[in-house]
């Protein structure tokens, strides 16, 4: 395998660029600084020209320990008995809750999938939700197990409903079916087929009949045994949910959605079943939703809008009683089987709620909200000696998580104040806590039984504090706020050794005004501090003789240092400061080994790995950071929007490592190593496009800068910078035979001119370029050369209301000649891709559609239906037999009935979809095949790549590096390397193999 570099241009302002064993600095200005650097460099046997920089760490978020729902609350459903009351969440969770006290008793992980229903059977068996990810799940309602998974649906689950007698399942989904399963089984029986998306389902109380509405407007409504329908209900409005009245089923109500004079009006409607008539209009209002629900004996329906649930009398229209102080929006109501309680859920993306009511009262019996922040501080979280439980702060208790079953097992109880820190004993069986109330309390772990109770004073102005290896003592980290400045030689800063045993103490002074963190070496002799002014100290702690400081300097600007760590193995000390600077010493000699600027803010956290090769750590950005423990280099920014991060700690075993941030939620993550790569760097700003040149010598990236760079894949060298575009640029690609490099970007219009493309063909002997389209063409958003090198394909036209104007131009580029003329899109295509022989060609666009075009007839072969969101990237495979898309949003906000953020590969021949590919969290913007079409690679919005199994459809790799989107991906002509071009102004190339020597 080649060695490994980073690169960057001189002349750009500085930014952090690192190398294994050679950092290069920013934004450190001292001398000095720079000075030790290269001394550590020089020492870490790395010669000038790089060394192999190691797999990087890769942390996937595994799972969360908490227990409240982190995004929207979708949908709830009672149990027959009334007992237990399920929720699902966009959080990819369904939640089980006591309905008498709230409280949560089971967590069931559907995985990354958004869970948009759930349902629950007649015999209380059954629990059935629908994902977004197509796939229908079924789980034991009585211990959580997962039963079935059914899967068919192309499209999310919208709504899932079980027939009064518990035999049949229903599920409608956005892939415009309706799909009836046998519940015992898990077969599909039949498959109904909408005009549009389907949104809700709804058996009628005999379980004869199915209703079914979307977005095509109608209710229709099938016969279940036969599939046969027996009306349809034309209502002019989208349906956003369907329950029929019970006992008999006579009336239909529906919560509608309709766009008028500009804004979206939602309304609850009744419907006679038997004659199709619309009996009343309910709750009317300006936007959201509408969910309905009928009481069990059909007299009153509740509807659940805006952020109140209104209950109606059924006959007479009439308003029965307001339930309000949700908090945010309601998505989803339901009636419990007693008649006496109203439930309802809902909230923002980031924010969620589960409440229940009484129906009779209108009193809110209990809430459990997400959304308020946890302020807290550093050692909320510990993990037992054995790896299988999680302890966390919260307010004033300690609570206990089980790993393996992701559950709240038990909750300790007793401090009067603020709990700010939690360690397990040495055996795991007990467990201390100390808290603002100034005690330090020790628990059984096992029994939940506080043993005993210490009152120490010394616990007043604490900063942080830690267990010593042997769980005998603690230091604490602990100061004072000085309104005034003191005396030089007054010092508030203190650390202190507490033996839990004997309750004595020691103190010692050092710091200025605080110890912000403390930390024991492995050994248990050691005991580092950070504090004031960039300091960071090292004590003995049988003497407690100070034995070194170091300064953890920003360019002489001295920084408060927040985080402090010890190695594994005690050979290196790491601290954190309030600028965002990270610095690595070895403990011994005192040598500074490595600086970073990484999180640009306070770095709270910093642990090292179990295995001590890498340093993470947490800031008050919400992310968290891997570096390379032994050079600095980083290889990681995982970024989930938990807000600060205020503790980090690996497991004892493994490669977990546990999270704790502000939003008062555990998030347990997977190291999983991810392919090392090359970061080429110096464009000069976001890469849109990034292309290989044929004989892997050459790699050129474009953007919105207008600028086209070339560096040498080898060294990294920037060989060239072409300018002579005047537009942003989104599309860049080499000829077959590497003589020409063409550029394409789309001129913005002023208003009263339109939008013009332009694209450049460069000649890569001399980079001199000629103009291709004339001004009248004017969305150059991709282009591709063909496989014989003659033509070049370019996107064109412009969406005209009405007028299929929108396509792809094929030009002969060495004349400028137009060939022909491809129209068949609705809206400016976004991607395209020639087929391997040249005579097919695949375009996507917003439509949202793929079209897969015969070019000898200049006719679409086949138009491929299935994403439902921006088709941002095509690709054919290099024998012409599957194409693979990729769909999603170009943002991060992802709608309810928006982003399917997917890949689907499709048979050429037969236009089915052979698989859809899962898992990505944002919008895919990204696809390549490999040259031996053995993997297929695809990028996303969160700067996630993900590699696949093209024939089985199962991911197979992720690789982590790019801090945001993943615009551009492509393979070296002999399957390599992968180059991937992102937001983040790095292209990074992949070695998947290792090269020949």
Not at 13 to 39: F, H, K, Q, W, Y
Not at 549 to 567: C, I, M, P
Request: charged share 20%; proline share 4%.
């Amino acid at each position: 395998m080649r060695s490994l570099r980073v690169y960057r241009s001189w002349w750009l302002v500085p930014m952090l660029a690192v190398a294994t064993g050679a950092v290069v600095l920013s934004r450190i200005g001292a001398r000095d600084a720079e000075r030790r650097n290269e001394e550590a460099k020089s020492t870490s046997g790395s010669g000038a020209d790089g060394a192999v920089l190691p797999a990087a760490l890769g942390l996937e978020l595994r799972c969360t320990l908490t227990d409240m729902h982190l995004r929207e609350a979708t949908s709830v459903a009672f149990s027959p008995d009334s007992r237990t009351l399920a929720s699902g969440s966009r959080d990819g969770s369904i939640r089980l809750w006591d309905a008498d006290t709230g409280a949560c008793v089971r967590t069931l992980i559907a995985g990354d999938a958004a869970v948009w229903s759930v349902a629950v059977s007649p015999d209380g068996r059954m629990l059935v939700g629908g994902d977004s990810d197509g796939i229908v799940r079924v789980w034991d309602l009585a211990t959580g197990a997962l039963r079935s998974s059914l899967r068919g649906h192309r499209g999310g689950v919208t709504s899932v409903a079980v027939s009064p007698d518990g035999t049949t399942l229903a599920s409608g989904s956005r892939d415009r079916t309706v799909r009836l399963w046998d519940a015992r089984t898990g077969e599909p029986t039949r498959t109904l087929t909408a005009k549009r998306n389907v949104v809700a389902v709804a058996f009628t109380p005999d379980g004869q009949w199915l209703a079914s509405g979307g977005v095509d407007e109608t209710i229709s409504l099938w016969h279940v045994e036969t599939g046969e329908p027996l009306k349809t209900i034309d209502t002019e409005s989208w349906i956003t949910s369907l329950a029929f009245s019970p006992p008999a089923g006579a009336t239909l109500a529906a919560g509608t959605k309709a766009l008028r004079d500009r804004r979206y009006h939602t309304e609850a409607r009744l419907w006679d079943v038997e004659t199709g008539e619309l009996i009343h209009t309910l709750a009317e209002r300006v936007g959201g939703a509408i969910s309905v629900a009928f009481s069990p004996d059909g007299r009153t329906l509740a509807t659940g809008g805006g952020s109140e649930v209104q209950l109606w009398d059924v006959a007479t229209a009439e308003l029965k009683r307001t339930m309000t102080d949700a908090g945010s929006p309601i998505a989803a109501v339901a009636f419990g089987p007693n008649g006496r309680h109203v439930a309802g859920c809902g909230g923002w993306s980031r924010s969620a709620f589960v409440a229940l009511w009484d129906a009779q009262t209108g009193e809110k019996l209990w809430t459990m909200q997400r959304g308020k922040r946890e302020y807290q501080s550093k050692c909320q979280i510990a993990v037992s000696p054995d790896g299988e439980k999680v302890a966390s702060a919260r307010r004033g208790e300690v609570r206990i998580w089980d790993v393996e079953t992701r559950t709240l097992g038990t909750t300790l109880r007793g401090h009067s104040d603020r709990v700010t820190f939690v360690g397990f004993g040495r055996e795991g069986t007990t467990l201390w806590s100390a808290g603002n109330d100034r005690t330090l309390r020790q628990w059984d772990v096992r029994r939940g039984a506080l043993l005993r109770t210490l009152e120490e004073p010394l616990l007043a102005g604490v900063q942080s504090i830690c267990l010593s290896p042997d769980a005998g003592t603690v230091v604490i980290g602990s100061g004072a706020h000085v309104m005034s400045q003191p005396p030089v030689e007054k010092q508030y800063g203190r650390v202190t050794l507490f033996d839990l045993s004997t309750g004595k103490s020691r103190t010692w002074t050092g710091h200025r005004y605080f110890a912000h963190d403390v930390a024991f070496s492995p050994d248990g002799r050691t005991v580092v501090s950070g504090g004031d002014e960039g300091t960071v100290k090292l004590w003995d702690a049988g003497t407690g003789k100070l034995k070194r400081t170091l300064a953890a300097d920003d360019g002489g600007d001295l920084s408060d240092v927040y985080s402090v760590a010890f190695s594994p193995d005690g050979a290196l000390v790491a601290a954190g400061t309030e600028s965002g600077l990270v610095s690595v010493w070895e403990a011994a000699a005192g040598r500074l080994v490595w600086t970073a600027q990484g999180h640009g803010e306070r770095v709270n956290t910093l642990s090292f790995s179990r295995d001590g090769r890498t340093l993470i750590g947490g800031g008050y950005g919400g992310t968290l950071r891997v570096w390379d423990a032994a050079s600095g280099a980083e290889l990681q920014a995982a970024a989930e929007r938990m807000g600060i991060v205020w503790d980090v700690v690996p497991f004892p075993q493994g490669d977990m490592v546990a999270s704790y941030s502000e939003d008062g939620v555990v998030r347990l993550w997977s190291g999983q190593p991810t392919l090392p790569s090359r970061i080429l760097m110096g464009h000069e700003g976001p890469i849109s496009a990034v292309a290989l040149s044929p004989d892997g010598q050459e790699v050129a990236g474009a953007g919105p800068g207008g600028t086209v760079t070339v560096w040498d894949a080898d060294t990294g060298e920037e060989k060239q910078a072409l300018r002579g575009h005047g537009c942003p640029l989104r599309a860049v690609a080499f000829s077959p035979d590497g003589k020409w490099l063409a550029s394409g970007g789309t001129k913005d219009g002023d208003g009263e001119t339109r939008d013009r493309g332009e694209v450049l063909v460069w000649d890569t002997g001399t980079w001199e370029s000629t103009a291709l389209l004339p001004e009248n063409d004017d969305a150059a958003n991709a282009l591709a050369f063909s496989p014989d090198g003659k033509t070049l394909a370019v996107t064109s036209g412009r969406w005209d209301q009405g007028n299929q104007t929108c396509g792809v131009t094929l030009w002969d580029f060495r004349t400028g000649a137009k060939l022909a003329s491809l129209h068949g899109h609705t809206s400016q295509v976004k991607s395209l891709a020639f087929g391997p022989d040249g005579r097919m060609l695949v375009t996507g666009g917003p439509d949202p559609r793929v079209i897969v075009w015969d070019l000898e007839r200049g006719e679409p072969a086949a138009t491929l239906r299935g994403h439902s969101g921006l088709v941002n990237a095509v690709a054919f495979s290099p024998d012409g037999r599957t194409v693979a898309s990729g769909a999603g949003t170009m943002s991060n906000v992802v709608t309810r009935m928006g982003s399917d953020g997917e890949v689907i590969v499709w048979d050429a021949q037969t236009r089915e979809g052979k698989h859809v590919l899962k898992g990505h969290r944002g919008g895919v913007l990204s696809v390549a095949t490999s040259p031996d079409g053995q993997t297929l690679a695809s990028g996303d919005r969160r700067g996630t790549i993900m590699l696949w199994d093209a024939r089985t459809g199962e991911r197979t790799r992720t690789l982590r590096g790019h801090r945001s989107a993943v615009y551009s991906l492509a393979f070296s002509a002999d399957g390599m390397t992968l180059a991937s071009g992102s937001e983040d102004r790095t292209v990074r190339l992949w070695e998947l193999k290792p090269k020949p020597q």
